[in-house]
């Protein structure tokens, strides 16, 4: 679907004047007001904050941000606008990371009306009202995420001061959100290229098929809860989700029930480690405010080397629980949080950071190249 460059920008620009008055409150009474520059329509969900500085587009149809408000600390968003959704021969966006925007809303301190960048096609507030998705702008985001950090992530209210009586509800804690953004069949890429590879989605990013696609595999994308055990593959791949493992349960049952019959390497990425700790064996746990950013510096356990990465996720392993086959792989530097775990004689490995990115650094990509190389 492609939509025509604009050339006229100030035709779509939003004034204050017409942007309506708009609060956010948070599960523990504190408020922010500010004005909605999205869709027009309240909305209720788990408030997080990302520090990245840029990839609002590509955070925005993150899967693993469904049933969240996204606050992004870096103060001017919209700047360079959105790109095209438009689609390869392969069926796999080519600009964003799913089909459309997963976040249930945007909070941001200063919304820019005016864009430019060459890959443009429209405004941040357009694709916000025609997917039906709230921003609001005006929020003085660093003292936001001050209290996240404080408090921990709390559940918030995003509503309108001319419509005081619809108040929604949020419908976050239990909730399966890897069944809601999952695959409901199961989708073939790059068919016939050489070593087939599982791809179990949990709510995958657009960039991991590419990367997968781009060294040559054949993926086989299933549901988050297809048992793909009697199917012929190669190795399998565990992709990023939204929400708590712990609701995953089948997911996890299908892991183990390969591991036990089988040695093909194994691969997974942010609940993808998740679901390969937990099918070992291992405890998981939520974090305080969660890791989402593209600077977050974690070790490979054993060496001196440090990388930068990209991350989005809530939840952790507690290394403490690895069984007695396993080991970390990774550790974040800030807070000695585990970030990748591998079997000591077995090629199954993950890290909770996204090696491929998008947006963000791509210092990890290497993660890919090791599952090829241990296809073969």
């Not at 999952?182 to 590419?210: F, M, P, T």
């Not at 190669?234 to 995953?248: E, S, T």
Request: proline share 5%; with cysteine; glycine share 8%.
């Amino acid at each position: 679907m492609l939509f025509p460059n604009k050339t006229n920008h100030k035709d779509n620009c939003i004034t204050n004047k017409t942007m309506k008055n708009v609060t956010l409150v948070l599960s523990d009474g504190t408020k922010f007001h500010g004005k909605s520059f999205g869709y027009d329509a309240p909305v209720a969900g788990e408030v997080v904050f990302n520090t990245a500085m840029m990839g609002y587009p590509e955070s925005l149809t993150d899967p693993s941000y469904a049933g969240q408000l996204l606050v992004m600390t870096f103060p001017l968003v919209g700047n360079y606008g959105v790109p095209p959704f438009t689609f390869g021969t392969d069926g796999i966006p080519t600009f964003m990371e799913s089909t459309h925007i997963h976040a249930s809303a945007i909070i941001v301190s200063d919304y820019s009306e005016e864009y430019s960048h060459w890959n443009a096609c429209e405004s941040l507030a357009d694709w916000l009202k025609r997917e039906h998705v709230p921003g609001v702008t005006g929020i003085d985001t660093r003292q936001l995420t001050k209290v996240l950090r404080e408090h921990g992530v709390m559940m918030g209210k995003i509503l309108f001061d001319d419509a005081p009586d619809s108040i929604p509800e949020a419908d976050y804690e239990g909730v399966n959100f890897v069944d809601k953004v999952s695959c409901k069949e199961v989708i073939r890429y790059n068919e016939g290229a050489g070593k087939k590879v599982v791809l179990v989605d949990c709510g995958v990013k657009a960039n991991i098929i590419r990367s997968l696609v781009n060294r040559g595999l054949e993926v086989i994308r299933v549901p988050w809860n297809y048992d793909y055990t009697s199917m012929d593959f190669d190795g399998l791949f565990l992709a990023n989700g939204p929400g708590d493992p712990d609701v995953c349960e089948e997911a996890v049952c299908i892991i183990r029930k390969q591991m036990n019959s089988s040695h093909k390497p194994i691969c997974g990425i942010c609940m993808g480690n998740q679901l390969l700790a937990k099918a070992g064996g291992a405890d998981i746990y939520k974090l305080k405010y969660g890791h989402r950013s593209h600077n977050q510096p974690v070790r490979l356990v054993g060496t001196e080397k440090c990388y930068i990465t990209s991350q989005n996720h809530g939840y952790a392993v507690d290394a403490k629980t690895l069984g007695s086959d396993w080991e970390e792989l990774f550790v974040n530097m800030n807070d000695g949080s585990n970030e990748g775990i591998r079997h000591k004689t077995n090629p199954w490995f993950s890290s909770q950071f996204h090696p491929e990115a998008c947006s963000g650094p791509v210092d990890t990509e290497f993660m890919f190249d090791k599952f090829v190389d241990c296809l073969k």
